[in-house]
């Protein structure tokens, strides 16, 4: 269960970068 919140947290970090680097361009 832990891994699967990690894994979760995870994707959900990539996404916040990929919406903060299109909003920076």
């Known amino acids: ?3 699967i919140a990690s894994g979760k ?3 959900e970090q ?3 970068l ?3 680097s ?3 361009e």
């Open 1 to 3: 269960m832990a891994r």
């Open 9 to 11: 947290e995870l994707l």
């Open 14 to 16: 990539a996404k916040d």
């Open 18 to 20: 990929v919406v903060n």
């Open 22 to 24: 299109s909003t920076i």
